[in-house]
């Protein structure tokens, strides 16, 4: 149950994600959006890395098409700051929701039994 919980916010923000790409026709981000929290099923640390790097992208992302599309309201002279602050929220949910990804503990070498080697 904790962990359906954990992965909740990474599944939600992989769907507004992938939804902006399918607006704009970008089948290919669509299909990496959506690939995304299925690599929560891999138990490795790469793994869950990549995921939060995905998230910190999508964040990225979201800040972008904020610029773009509060720039074009600016220039039309229409109200933008509802816009932003919209916009402004989602970026920062997908970047939290990055925090939410447990990251596996390095596995740690096994131990020969050996002393180190002094050197001479």
Known sequence: MKSVLRALPVVLSALVLAA??????SLALVALSLALPLLL??????????????????ALEWVR???FFAG?????????A????????????TALSA?????????????TGREPEAAS
């Open 20 to 25: 902006h790409f399918y607006r704009s026709r």
């Open 41 to 58: 099923l891999v138990k490795e640390r790469w793994s869950a890395r990549v995921v939060q790097a995905g998230l910190v992208l999508g």
């Open 65 to 67: 098409t904020l610029a």
């Open 72 to 80: 074009q309201r600016m220039e039309a002279g229409r109200p933008w």
């Open 82 to 93: 509802r816009l932003a602050v919209i916009l402004g929220v989602v970026a920062v949910l």
């Open 99 to 111: 925090l939410a990804v447990k990251v596996p503990r390095a596995a740690v070498p096994p131990a």
